[in-house]
C-alpha cells in the first residue's frame, strides 16, 4: 500500500496491444494520442503537422484517409515520422486495405460506416498481413441502422451493443489484435458507455469525447468526461478532441494524465490564483516560466505562491518552490526547505536555473541505476 492511498487508482487490467513500437493496454503507461488536420495529400505539411504533436508528447498520431491518394500517401508519410500512425477509415474498406500495405501501424474502422462483414474481413485480413491494430471506433453519431432502431436513440446499451457485435466479427476470425472506443460528444453518455463496455470486455479502450468542441469548452468536457473515467481504472490510451491545433490536444491530454498522477512529464506548476496579498505578480510569472521550462521533459514540480499563506506548505512539497515576500524579497525552497532570498527582479532567472539543476541531478541519478 502507498503512503497515500487516497491518491491510488487501481487500473482495469487488460491485453496488451501494440500500435507499431507503442504497447495499448496490459501494464503499460497510459498513451496519448492526436489527430492531425492537415489534408493527408499534402505529404510536407501532414509529415511536419505530425512530428510537431509527436514532439509535444503525442505517442500515437491518427491520420485520415478518405480517399486512394490519401491512403496511399502514408507510404511517404511513415518514412519520415517516428511515431505510430494510425488510418482513420469511413465508408470505403479499400482504403483501410490501402493504408496496412502503406505503412499504417494501425487502423480504425467505425463499423457503422463500413457496411457488409465481408468488408470488415478483408480488412482483418490486410491488418493480418501487414502487422496493423485495429480499433473498434464506435461512435453515437453513426451507430449500425438495425441498432438504432432498436434502441430508439444513441444510449450506452446501443453503443455496447455496436462494440460488442464487431469485437466479435474479428474474434470469428481470430484477431485479437484490438482495441475499443465508444465515443459521443454528450459526457454522460461518454461515461456510462465505457463504464459497460469495461465490464465486459478485456481489450485495451480508447477513451475520447468526441466533437467537443473549441479550446475552452472541449477542454472542460474532456477533463470531466476523461477524468471520471481514469479514476475509476478504465482507460489505456487517450484522445482530446478539440476545434483547434492538434498540438493543444496533446498538452491537454498530458496534463488530464498528470493531474491524476497517472504519467509523469515535464514541469509540474503549482501556483495559486493571485491576490491583493501577493508579493510578486504571480500570473505573468507562470506564463513566462511554462515558455521558458517547456523543453524539459523530465518530471519535476514547481510551486509558484504568491504569499506567504500557502506558500511555505506548497513549496515543502515541491522539488522548486518559490514564496512570495515583503519588499520584494522572495522565499526559495530546494526539496521543500528554504534555500535563500530572491529580489523579484532576479527569480525568473533563478528558479529556471534551480528547476535545471535539479533535473540535471534527476537524470543523474537514473542514469547511475541503469
Known sequence: MSIRPFRDIKRRKTKEVKVG????????????????????????????????????GADIVRVSCPDEPSSKALKEITKHVDVPI????????????????????????????IGSIYKIKEIIKAARDN????RVGVNAGSLEKDILEKHKEPCPEALVESALRNIKILEDE????????????DVFLSIEAYRQLSKVTDYPLHLGITEAGSYLPGSIKSSIGLGALLLDGIGDTIRVSLSDNPVEEVKIGN??????????????????????????????????????LSHIKTPITLSVIGCVVNGPGEAAMTDVGITGGQKGNNMLYLSGIQSEKVLTSEMIEKIITEVERKVSEIEDSQNDTI
Request: glycine content about 8%; some cysteine.
Open 21 to 56: 513500437n507503442v504497447k495499448v493496454g496490459g501494464n503499460n503507461p497510459i498513451s496519448v494520442q492526436s489527430m492531425t488536420n492537415t489534408l493527408t495529400t499534402d505529404i510536407k505539411g501532414t509529415i511536419k503537422q505530425i512530428n510537431e504533436i509527436y514532439s509535444e
Open 86 to 113: 494510425v488510418a482513420d477509415i469511413h465508408f470505403h474498406y479499400k482504403r483501410a486495405i490501402e493504408a496496412a500495405e502503406n505503412g499504417a501501424s494501425c487502423l480504425r474502422i467505425n463499423p457503422g460506416n
Open 131 to 134: 502487422g496493423c491494430s485495429i
Open 174 to 185: 481470430d484477431f485479437d489484435n484490438l482495441k475499443v472506443s465508444v465515443k459521443s460528444s
Open 255 to 292: 496534463e488530464i494524465l498528470k493531474s491524476l498522477g497517472l504519467r509523469e512529464r515535464g514541469v509540474k506548476i503549482i501556483s495559486c490564483p493571485s491576490c491583493a496579498r501577493q508579493g510578486f505578480q504571480v500570473i505573468e510569472t507562470v506564463k513566462v516560466l511554462e515558455k521558458k
